[in-house]
T-cell receptor, first 115, second 112 residues
C-alpha cells in the first residue's frame, strides 16, 4: 500500500517563474491537505481539499497561490511568480475522510528553492 | 500567534532512559492532539494521538499525557533508543476542523 506520493522532491525556480507541486494521496484517501514548513519552523496549514472541492483555504496566501484536487489525477499546488520567500518545504498529507479523528499521513515533501 | 508551543528546541537523552517532550497550547477549542516524528528530508510520521476526553494514551514505548486544565501535553518515550533521534512535532485540531496546528518541533538526540 503505497504512501502519499509527492513530486518533484526538489524544485528550483527563478524569481517570477511558476512552481507546480503534485501530490497523490494514499489509496482509499479522498482528503488532501497542504502544509508549508519554513526553515527552523513548524508546519503551517495552507489548504484542505476533497475531490474537486476546496474545503478550507484559510492558510493560503491571498495572491499567487492556488490548489486543486481534480476528479482524476493528483492534487496540484501552484505558485505563480515565485519570490525568494516562497522557498520552503511543502508537504502534502491525506486522510481517509473528513469525519471524526483522522490521522493525516504525510508525503516526503517537495523542497522548493527560489533563486 | 503561536497556538501550539514547544519551548524546548532540543533535548539530549541517554539511550535506555526516558525522553519527555513537552507541548503547550493556548486554544481551548482544541480537542484532538497528535505527535509526529520527522527525520531529515522525510515527511512527518504519525506516532500517537489523544482526544480531549482522555488524559493518557499508551502505545508500546510511547505514552502521551494530556492536562487540559494546564493546556499541556507531553510525550514519554521509554526506553529511548538511538532510532528515536529525530524532530518531534506536537499538533492539535479543533472539533469539526481538519487542519492541524503544529508546534515548532523539538530535536531529540539519543546518546549511546
Amino acid at each position: 500500500n503505497a504512501g502519499v506520493m509527492q513530486n518533484p522532491r526538489h524544485l528550483v525556480r527563478r524569481r517570477g517563474q511558476e512552481a507546480r507541486l503534485r501530490c497523490s494521496p494514499m489509496k482509499g484517501h479522498s482528503h488532501v491537505y497542504w502544509y508549508r514548513q519554513l526553515p527552523e519552523e513548524g508546519l503551517k496549514f495552507m489548504v484542505y481539499l476533497q475531490k474537486e472541492n476546496i474545503i478550507d483555504e484559510s492558510g493560503m496566501p491571498k495572491e499567487r497561490f492556488s490548489a486543486e484536487f481534480p476528479k482524476e489525477g493528483p492534487s496540484i499546488l501552484r505558485i505563480q511568480q515565485v519570490v525568494r520567500g516562497d522557498s520552503a518545504a511543502y508537504f502534502c498529507a491525506s486522510s481517509r475522510d473528513g469525519q471524526g479523528y483522522n490521522e493525516q499521513f504525510f508525503g516526503p515533501g517537495t523542497r522548493l528553492t527560489v533563486l | 500567534d503561536q497556538q501550539v508551543k514547544q519551548n524546548s528546541p532540543s533535548l539530549s537523552v541517554q539511550e535506555g532512559r526516558i525522553s519527555i517532550l513537552n507541548c503547550d497550547y493556548t486554544n481551548s477549542m482544541f480537542d484532538y492532539f497528535l505527535w509526529y516524528k520527522k527525520y531529515p528530508a522525510e515527511g512527518p510520521t504519525f506516532l500517537i494521538s489523544i482526544s480531549s476526553i482522555k488524559d493518557k494514551n499508551e502505545d508500546g514505548r510511547f505514552t502521551v499525557f494530556l492536562n487540559k486544565s494546564a493546556k499541556h501535553l507531553s510525550l514519554h518515550i521509554v526506553p529511548s533508543q538511538p532510532g528515536d533521534s529525530a524532530v518531534y512535532f506536537c499538533a492539535a485540531s479543533e472539533e469539526g476542523a481538519q487542519k492541524l496546528v503544529f508546534g515548532q518541533g523539538t530535536r531529540l538526540t539519543i546518546n549511546p
